[in-house]
């Protein structure tokens, strides 16, 4: 109770037109003044943003109450919305989110962890030789590799099934088996992403001060002592980036499924950006394709606050 | 305690790592040998796909399906040119791919670069509503506009039109972020010694502004590029004719055949690629800097 008080009284107390503590430079620095020429840099964004994005964002909410089936459009409150429980494809364009979720996204984590961490040996040679390879998955235009892997995983003669021939495997049917096309579908997102990850992690590790791994062993710590109580506590925030923007990409996940398998066999890879594009521009069921646009949303936006929760937790 | 701080405090000046050299030389050998496997590995499974995509483009479609598979890039990189760009018009799918994406890089790399530093350097009214409308739509996954813009574009009557795939996306909330995170850092001084120097806030912005903050732009113009070269979903529903297609539209259609050109999809997807290899090899820094965005600072 005081120390709210305190602390209030103290926010008060600040000198008049002293930035605010926290809020970097706290915008104008001639404030007032010059208003005018601000606002004539921002206005070409600002009326775009109010045209292609809150107008259309608002069309959008609206008409998820809405069913537009068949052209007509008649108000139905929160149906389509109770719909989504109902609906299988949903529940199935979810788990494929999920299963990315919960098996890729840890996988490849784990895969960026290990080579940012070997990459950022001083005595490795060829070092950035071995980044630059690793990290060109990265520059690869969605839909070509995505292409590239569809040719490479076709099942008879494919080079994929033709490379596992030759250590002795049997031919797969990576695209038209439920299970192999699931797979299919992660090894690729690992394949074009763990570079990506690798990179950002490499940042990270490189901003560790030097001076804790030499604590670390001063303190007779071994190698993996100082892994896992030096560089991945240090690399915390960076992780926590890494994971949550896999996570969120794998909730909008789009492209690679639409090339690879189109969301088969029997919808086992259909994600929810897929089924959306299905519901409204193949069924053109617009009200119920906005519901599902809400649906991800509102699955954003809770990542987005669990993200904010454990950034704010100090370790 | 102390000799051994000495001893590794030289090492690491002489820069050689403290800890090698109390390894004897086989040990070394021993423990490093794995390292360089799991590497050569990582580097042969990132390269695979790449180096089958140039031999396969360089086959018949015939060939890549034959044991064993060509280890070496073949002759039939001309006819299979040649097919691509009579089956769907290659030269005119990667002419409009281009158009589009200098066109929508150009301005949206404008207006970003225009309302960051707005945002950055001025306080005027609205500014804390307009910030907010940034980061929401940031947050925002971009699929909830799919079905209320297609309504636009179609009452708009800009389906199958390169303005419908450039205007609704010009204003890009996160490359306005990007630039007012850098702004925010901008040396103050430069900015004040040009107002008191008596230059417009409009010259001073492009004469003093804009040079310094250079590689910034760059890293934006080089994002902003390649996700509109990326783009796949907002072309696939806005495009109905073929002379106007992307390459990722393309490249779609091509799956789509009822007899499928393979060799062809490969050379198809090493084009799409090669834009973004070259910008890759030419601004190594700044690519890596705009792919990764706002998640490592500097």
Known sequence: MTASLLTRERGTRRAPGYPRPGSRRSGGRLAGRLQRPGMWFALPAAVLLVVFFAYPLATSLLQSFFSTKGGESTFVGLDQYLRLFRDPLVLKSLGTALLILVIQVPIMIALAVGLAYLLNQAWVRFRSGFRLITFLPAITTLVAYSVVFRVMMTTDGGALNQILGVFGAGPIDWLNNEWWARVAVIASITWRWTGYNMVIILAGLQAIPPELYEAARIDGAGRWQTFWHVVVPQLRPVLIFTIVTSTIGALQLFDENFILTGGGPNNATLTPVLYLYKVGFQQFDFGYADAIAWMLVILTAIIAVIQFRILREKP | ?298
């Open chain 2, 1 to 298: 305690m102390t000799t051994e701080l000495v001893v590794t405090g030289q090492a690491r000046r002489r820069g050689i790592p403290s800890r090698a050299r109390r390894e004897p030389l086989l040990r070394r050998i021993v423990l490093r040998s794995p390292v360089y496997l799991v590497l050569l590995v990582a580097s042969v499974l990132a390269l695979l796909p790449f180096a089958w995509m140039v031999i396969a483009s360089t086959h018949t479609t015939s060939d890549l399906f034959v044991s064993p598979l060509p280890l070496l890039p073949g002759g039939e990189f001309w006819q299979n040119l040649g097919r691509l760009q009579e089956s769907v018009g290659f030269g005119q799918v990667m002419l409009n791919s281009i158009l589009v994406a200098v066109l929508y890089t150009v301005f949206s790399s404008i207006i970003s670069v225009m309302c960051g530093y707005g945002l950055a350097n001025y306080r005027f009214r609205g500014r804390g509503v307009l910030m907010g409308v940034v980061l929401v739509t940031m947050m925002i996954p971009m699929q909830v506009l799919l079905v209320p813009l297609f309504q636009m574009m179609a009452s708009a009557g800009w389906i199958d039109s390169f303005q419908a795939l450039i205007i609704p996306f010009l204003a890009n909330a996160f490359g306005i972020f990007l630039m007012r995170q850098g702004f925010l850092d901008f040396p103050a001084t430069l900015i004040e010694a040009a107002r008191i120097d008596g230059a417009s806030e409009l010259r001073t912005f492009y004469r003093i502004v804009l040079p310094v903050a250079r590689p910034q732009i760059a890293a934006l113009i080089i994002y902003t590029f390649i996700s509109q070269w990326n783009s796949f979903i907002w072309p696939l529903l806005m495009l109905n004719s073929e002379d106007k297609y992307t390459i990722p539209v393309a490249l779609n259609t091509m799956i789509g055949l009822s007899r499928v050109d393979y060799s062809g999809l490969m050379l198809g997807s090493l084009l799409a690629t090669l834009p973004l290899f070259l910008l890759f090899l030419v601004f190594q820094k700044q690519f890596v800097a705009g792919l990764l965005g706002g998640a490592v600072k500097g």
